[in-house]
């Protein structure tokens, strides 16, 4: 099945700097990618749907100066967090769906565990 | 009201027994829907599909009331290796096809 790369897996930052979280398609092309973020016991929660070639889009309350989005090709999404802060700390998950496969599955990266101290 | 509601549980249950998940969704226009698996620490992954004939995987089965916007996951002869939490997931009627992700409910299937 299709595979989505995410990288890195987890990271720990200081206070104040920028942390840069990478989301691949191995084997497919993804116009959208999904960026979710999950707080302990907390459900995954939506915070941008990256589009291949121009904007993100942001949901309510997401602050795009904060966490910068690029989807500069079919295979890759950049999420950037900068300024990071403590309450930043969370899991970062991305996903893209095979349009290619004839079904709306998810696929999800393994995920990325941001801790800032 | 959450866009998708789920029991967080725990469940706690003995090996063998049979347990059922239950989930709501709000948006009526909702076109598809699924039950995922989250292990601790890692990626969803799924689980099944759900249609609207009501689905079977060998001993899970998926059922959907479009109706009363109600979604369910049963699962027979529990295993040690279910204990994980389930994920409903609903997708919209977009063109990109936004899902939305229950808060999950946690099982624990105890020896």
């Known amino acids: 099945g299709a595979v989505v790369s995410q990288h890195p897996s987890w990271v720990i930052c200081k206070s104040g700097t920028s942390v840069k979280i990478e989301c691949r398609s191995l084997d497919f092309q993804a116009t959208t990618m999904f960026w979710y973020r999950q707080f302990p016991k907390q459900s995954l929660m939506l915070m941008a749907t990256?589009?291949?070639?121009?904007?993100?889009t942001y949901e309510q309350g997401v602050e795009k100066d904060k966490f910068l989005i690029n989807h500069a090709s079919l295979t890759l999404s950049t999420l950037t967090v900068t300024s990071a802060h403590p309450e930043d700390s969370s899991f970062y998950i991305c996903s893209a769906r095979d349009w290619g496969f004839g079904n709306t599955e998810a696929f999800f990266g393994q995920g990325t565990r941001l801790t800032v101290v | 009201r959450k866009e998708v509601e789920q029991d967080p549980g725990p469940f706690n249950v003995p090996e063998g027994a049979t347990v059922a998940f239950n989930c709501t969704y709000s948006?009526?226009?909702?076109?598809?829907f699924f039950w995922y698996r989250q292990d601790c620490r890692k990626e969803p992954k799924l689980l099944m599909s759900v249609y609207s004939s009501g689905n079977e995987d060998g001993r899970f089965t998926a059922q959907l009331n479009r109706a009363s916007q109600y979604i369910s996951l049963l699962i027979r002869d529990s295993k040690l290796s279910d204990s994980a939490t389930y994920l409903c997931v609903v997708g919209d009627s977009g063109g990109y096809q936004k899902v939305t992700f229950g808060t999950g409910t946690k099982l624990q299937v105890i020896p």
């Open positions: 990256s589009n291949e070639g121009s904007k993100a």
């Open positions: 948006n009526s226009a909702s076109q598809s």
